[in-house]
């Protein structure tokens, strides 16, 4: 990463003091920016380079939630997905080469009101005639939702809009069509964004419900394979969406930059804080087993992870390998990061007090985004219930974890082969009743526990302090406690006792561990210390009195005693 972004005033602005609209456009900018210091190439987003992926690490990107999913359309659904048209279709390379400078902005349409994760049932119609298409919503269900497609000024919006294929009153199967839809005047003809209300707590986007009505499209906008009525409707519609699953396993990559930050803002502000106590000195509130617990876990989470990173993006990155295997990786980061990242964020921002509700202090919002990552680009239970049943069945199989006798791979194991066993007594095998109502809720618990397994491991090897494995390993035992009670003959005082003395080794190089997240450069939050909250306060408008009186008499009595 060569640029300093970080510290561009883009990025350094309090973004929670402007206006829901402000922010919005602060984020496109901020996100047009960053596609601008990167300069990736269309090449290095249609094979996934080593750049592709150090762009996706990048830290700038954890410190707008906006911009991360601005990005994320832009970038990899929508660049992603133009890149591997552009041979055969070379008519759009301006188009494209506008949008690798920023200068155009690029969205994904597939869901739809009436049909969110039942993309098969999709209704957008276009209709083939003699000079191109007609775009239409058919009605309100089928509008698309969710994209960003509200008109942003000097910023023209093109996407990727997926829709039913209607030739001489046939349905053609499901494809890809190129389609503008705003550009400097406001929206194109016939289309219409409304934008959705903010979301609960929430990085503020134009998330809106996009229509079409009787748009005219000329023939290149169609991106699809053909006109014929497809084989497989399936498997085409999965084979154009490609891009959703490389963005499976992105949206994770940022929150593991998150967590550094959650993790610093969590100790540092434990640190600063303090109580009276008996003496006339102070007491730091990380003295407190309550305070040091979440803040431990969140800088052993955040160390963890980021030791996982680049064994996972070894499998999303192989050339050769079985695209099943790295979606599948993918999930199981999606998943693992999501579901702790809920729990870490919880947990520590209820120990800074009242500031840990204000999305300027960042955790909370955090908290809320990370909800939005398990949904987008594919929804992360749903996820695990195909990768999960698809590993039961021995379709293929994952990674195991190289060290492969820890406490949490011989969890995973265990996971795995308690649902083989209630797999294999079942009459009908995966089509019996049974696969629903006794398996499959075991799926998100199977492939997170693989997730901890494979990140404990990666993290033993890249050195990690044995502390902080003992204290992510206890917090995933927590997570399952009944199971290593049955199985692992550990007992709850053993792992309350056990805990201890992970926290207890771990406390003294607490600031050490923080310092080597590293994430202190590139944010700033208001209560990280003094200087940084009387900045912040000095910026917020107060609403005044008069002088009151009791300062008048004092001033007064001051001035008249000098004279
Ligand atoms: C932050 C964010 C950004 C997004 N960006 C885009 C975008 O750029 N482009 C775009 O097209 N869409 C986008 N989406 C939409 C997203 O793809 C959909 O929200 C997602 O596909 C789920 O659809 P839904 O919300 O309608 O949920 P539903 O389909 O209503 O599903 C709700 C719940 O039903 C259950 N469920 C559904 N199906 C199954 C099943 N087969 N098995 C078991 N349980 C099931 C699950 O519990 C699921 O969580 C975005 C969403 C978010 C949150």
Redesign the pocket.
């Known amino acids: 990463m060569g640029h300093r972004l970080h510290e561009h005033p883009l990025f350094t602005t309090q973004s929670i003091l402007l206006s829901e609209d402000e922010r919005i456009k602060l984020s496109y900018r901020r996100a047009m920016a960053i596609v601008r210091a990167w300069d990736l190439a269309i090449d290095d987003i249609l094979h996934c380079t080593p750049k592709f992926w150090a762009f996706q690490q990048d830290p700038i990107h954890s410190l707008d939630g906006s911009l991360t ?1 601005y990005l ?2 832009h970038v990899n ?1 929508f660049l992603g997905t133009l890149s591997s048209h552009l041979r055969h279709r070379p008519y759009l390379r301006p188009l494209v080469e506008r949008a690798l400078k920023g200068e155009i902005f690029g ?7 009436g ?5 098969l049932s999709m209704e957008t119609e276009a209709t083939k005639v003699q000079d191109g298409f007609i775009l239409n919503t058919p009605h309100a269900k089928a509008a ?5 497609t509200m008109p942003i000024p000097g910023l023209p919006k093109f996407a990727v809009v ?1 829709s039913k294929l209607i030739v001489d009153g046939e349905t053609r199967g499901m494809h890809p069509f190129l389609v503008n839809t705003s550009d400097e005047h406001g929206m194109c003809p016939g289309i219409t964004s409304t934008r959705l209300p903010p ?1 609960c707590g ?1 990085s503020p ?1 134009d ?1 809106s419900i996009t229509t079409f009505d009787h748009v005219r499209l000329p023939p290149e906008s169609f991106l699809g394979v053909g006109f014929d009525k497809p084989k497989d409707d399936r498997a085409l519609l999965h084979q154009y969406i490609w891009r ?1 699953a490389i963005g499976t396993g992105i949206l994770p990559l940022h929150v593991i930059n998150s967590l550094g930050i959650v993790a610093t803002i969590g100790a540092d502000y434990s640190f600063r804080r303090h109580i009276q106590g008996k003496d006339s000195e102070g007491i730091p509130i990380i003295s407190f087993r309550t305070q040091q617990l979440p803040v431990l876990r969140a800088v052993a989470v955040a160390h963890v992870f980021k030791a996982w990173r680049p064994e996972v993006l070894k499998v999303l990155m192989s050339q050769d390998g079985d695209f099943r295997v790295k979606h599948g990786m993918g999930v199981t980061l999606k998943a693992t990061v999501a579901r702790m990242t809920t729990i870490i964020t919880r947990e520590v921002g209820e120990r800074l007090g009242a500031q840990g509700l204000f999305g300027h202090n960042y955790i909370s919002e955090l908290e809320n ?1 990370t ?9 992360a ?2 996820l695990c ?2 990768l999960f049943s698809e590993l039961l069945l021995n379709r293929y199989a994952l990674p195991r974890p190289a060290h492969n006798q820890t406490l949490l791979a011989r969890h995973a194991t265990g996971v795995f082969s308690n649902c083989t066993s209630l797999l294999n007594a079942l009459p009908k095998s995966h089509r019996d009743p049974g696969f629903n109502s006794l398996v ?1 809720p075991q799926s998100e618990n199977a492939i997170t526990s693989l997730g901890h397994a494979l990140a404990y491991s990666a993290a033993v090897d890249a050195g990690v302090h044995q502390p902080l494995l003992d204290i992510f390993e206890l917090m995933v035992v927590q997570m399952d406690e009944g199971w290593y009670i049955e199985h692992a003959g550990m007992t709850q005082a053993q792992r309350a006792q056990l805990e201890d003395r992970a926290i207890l080794s771990a406390l003294p190089r607490l600031r050490q561990y923080v310092d080597e997240l590293d994430m202190r450069q590139y944010f700033s939050v208001p209560i990280r210390n003094d200087t940084t909250w009387d900045a912040f306060v000095r910026k917020l408008k107060p609403h005044r009195g008069p002088v009151a009186e009791a300062k008048q008499i004092s001033v007064g009595l001051v001035a008249s005693a000098r004279l």
């Open positions: 999913n994320g359309c659904l969205n994904f349409l597939l869901s739809e009101v049909h969110g994760l039942d993309i698309k939702i969710m994209p960003p997926l979301r929430n986007m998330f959703i985004d909800r939005g990552m398990a949904i987008a680009e594919g929804d239970l749903v219930i195909r499959l």
